[in-house]
RNA sequence: GCCGGGGUGGCCGAGUGGUUAGGCGGCGGGCUGCAGACCCGCCGAGAUGGGUUCAAAUCCCAUCCCCGGCUCCA
């Protein structure tokens, strides 16, 4: 069984297959930069990140195109809220956008084309719509004219005639039609424009994802992804723009996530409830941030509150532990019937993690495989206190390659062992020393009291079969 | 008004007509000098009302509730 996805164009899910052999392009709506990038915008780049990671690991060649927004209505009104230039919003948040990215571990894609530096591509879109007839010049706008293109709403299931029923838009009197989308907006006063055969002005928004993903993708490609609010209008006019322009197909799947929601509710502006990636990062690891973010399928929606990113850290929590007890073991070079039965059990629980990446992407059954590899780990490391290096290193590997370069969560591991300071940790490594030999003397009363305290500071003492081994409390 | 998603055990969260999701939590047991970590067992469910079926959380109908798109939005 090969990988299957649910394809919105069409709302089902379907077999997965590139359109060239073993190589799969995806386009993923890149952010508008006027502002931090919130967790919500997190949840769709990192679930982009991880189809990216998931296609590489069954072994395409993936290119992942995403794009920057940097010419828009709300740069122009931060730039003139701030008095800043428009190049430099664009500049300090899409800096700010790629330095979130790396935090959380998403990998940069491939190619990350901005909108002013394809103004030229995009009027020769525009150009071609216009001689094709699907769009039409009043004053200095141009217009897509929606009625010329006979699959419109074929992606969101809107109907033209809904559409205008519902249109909560005014109305604008140049446009033909009321669901009419402006290709191209003639310049009003204070705004950027560039010249174009219509007069100065500045492209709309649907027509640069639609141009730059044909220019760096190709006229059809494989994958387009984004939050599901982009379904309607943005990507049904990219649609538009680029099937009309083509007469071929634009993306062949089309892949959207579900919400992130903050306290049960959308996270806008207005509610005031709006979590940015750094602030969140401020509070929670990048891995506790990433892994309760994929804790729940893409397609479900997913409550951003204390309770469940605590339980996603505890969860982590526990694999790391299990990984950490497997490192400690001393390597031998027999293998017994134990390295047998542990290797049987982790090759079966990785068939599983493949098996619920396989079946659109479903991380939370992907995660239960992880943890059948945790408890299969924990139990062998109750028995043994040595492994097979040969099995040592396959278990590993394989837990190392699925939560770190599928999920893209880095194991963090031994490091939290120590703090910053080498006189504290000698410090440590003094009292416990010390602790260590009023055990022997079985003084088990002094030592339950430097273990409290210690705990108090902020140490986490444990006494096992290998020794004693101390970390710091998780932040 | 038109379109879409959902309601699962104390909590998070999957599968999907019959056989264990998983994790957290609680309880009991094991291992420990004790604690922790870990292992084992148990607890507990599918909004409501009907229907189809040998069998439904899963299919159908109705009802209630929640969320979203139709406007910038991941």
């Not at 794009?67 to 428009?86: A, W």
């Not at 984004?226 to 993306?251: V, Y």
């Not at 207005?270 to 929670?284: E, P």
């Not at 090759?347 to 995660?367: G, S």
Request: glycine share 6%; hydrophobic share 40%; proline share 3%.
């Amino acid at each position: 069984m090969g990988l299957r996805v649910f394809n919105t164009l069409g709302m089902r899910k379907e077999e997965f297959v590139p359109l060239r052999d073993g190589e799969v392009r995806i386009y993923v709506c890149g952010p508008t930069v006027y502002d931090f990038i919130h967790i919500g915008n997190a949840r769709a780049f990192i679930f982009a990140d991880i189809v990216r990671r998931y296609l590489e690991y069954r072994g395409f060649n993936v290119i992942l195109v995403s794009n920057i927004t940097d010419v828009d209505d709300k740069i122009i009104r931060r730039s003139q809220e701030t008095g800043l230039s428009m190049q430099r919003i664009s500049e300090i948040y899409s800096d700010a956008y790629f330095e979130d990215l790396d935090a959380l571990n998403v990998r940069r894609p491939n190619v990350s084309p901005r909108a002013t530096q394809h103004i030229s591509e995009m009027i020769e879109v525009i150009q071609n719509l216009i001689e094709k007839g699907f769009a039409y010049q009043v004053d200095g706008d141009v217009y897509f004219d929606v009625l010329k293109f006979e699959d419109y709403g074929k992606l969101s299931g809107n109907k033209l005639e809904a559409l205008e029923m519902g249109a909560r838009i005014e109305v604008n009197p140049k446009k033909r039609n009321p669901a009419d989308f402006a290709l191209w907006k003639s310049r009003k006063e204070g705004e950027p424009a560039w010249y174009s055969p219509w007069g100065w002005g500045r492209p709309g928004w649907h027509i640069e994802c639609s141009t730059m993903a044909m220019k760096y993708l190709g006229e059809t490609f494989d994958i387009h992804m984004g939050g599901k609010d982009l379904i309607f209008p943005h990507h049904e006019n990219e649609i538009a723009q680029a099937e009309s322009l083509t007469g071929k197909p634009f993306a062949r799947y089309w892949l959207h996530n579900e919400w992130l929601t903050v306290g049960g509710q959308k996270m806008s502006k207005s509610l005031g409830n709006i979590i940015t990636v750094r602030d969140a990062l401020k509070i929670y690891s990048p891995q506790v941030l990433r892994f309760f973010l994929i804790s729940a399928h893409y397609r479900s929606p997913l409550d951003f509150n204390k309770e469940s990113i605590e339980q996603a850290k505890i969860n982590l929590e526990k694999i790391f532990n299990a990984i950490e007890r497997l490192l400690s073991l001393k390597e031998r070079s027999e293998r017994g019937e134990d390295e047998e039965f542990l290797l049987a059990q982790v090759r079966e629980a990785k068939k599983r993690f493949e098996e619920a990446m396989d079946d659109d992407f479903n991380t939370p059954l992907a995660i239960a495989a992880i943890f059948d590899m945790v408890r299969a780990v924990n139990t062998y490391v109750n028995r043994n206190g040595e492994i097979e290096a040969a099995t040592k290193s396959e278990v590993y590997e394989t837990i190392r390659v699925l939560l770190e370069d599928v999920l893209g969560i880095k194991i963090e591991v031994g490091k939290r062992e120590k703090t910053r300071s080498d006189i504290i940790n000698s410090l440590v490594e003094l009292i416990l020393e010390v602790r260590q030999e009023m055990r022997r003397r079985k003084e088990w009363e002094i030592s339950d009291k430097i273990r409290e305290r210690l705990q108090m500071l902020g140490f986490i003492i444990e006494d096992t079969p290998q020794g004693t081994k101390w970390r710091l409390k998780e932040t």
